[in-house]
Nanobody, 121 residues
Framework: QVQLVESGGGLVQAGGSLRLSCAAS????????MDWYRQAPGNQRELVAGFTSGGSKIYADVVKGRFTISRDYAKNTVYLQMNSLQPEDTAVYYCHAEALIRSDYRVYDYWGQGTQVTVSS
């Protein structure tokens, strides 16, 4: 299967920056896509940043111009650089991956354990 290990969350003041990382490991043939989601208390989980099937980057409107997603295909790792953080960015951030599994050659979705990002005003 696939394990996703996230790192980089923490507490930061408004206007500050954080960089999240998510590394995938396990018995997969290929990672099709890797994205970042977030969930604030009382809210649904929402897509923050990801890639289209053509490889273009997509962002939630509220983070455009402040967050940047990137991916290291050789390391099966995705990053989220978050700048100009605001209190409303406070949430648990989850890494998501869609992987082709070697054992049955089917595609499955996987989630990381989540990393807390707290932005103080």
């Amino acid at each position: 299967q696939v394990q996703l290990v996230e790192s980089g969350g923490g507490l930061v003041q408004a206007g500050g920056s954080l960089r999240l990382s998510c590394a995938a490991s396990g018995s997969f043939s290929r990672i099709n896509r890797m994205d970042w989601y977030r969930q604030a208390p009382g809210n649904q989980r929402e897509l923050v940043a990801g890639f289209t099937s053509g490889g273009s980057k997509i962002y939630a409107d509220v983070v455009k111009g402040r967050f940047t997603i990137s991916r290291d295909y050789a390391k099966n790792t995705v990053y989220l650089q978050m700048n100009s953080l605001q209190p409303e960015d406070t949430a648990v951030y989850y890494c998501h991956a869609e992987a082709l599994i070697r054992s049955d050659y089917r595609v499955y979705d996987y989630w990381g354990q989540g990393t807390q990002v707290t932005v103080s005003s």
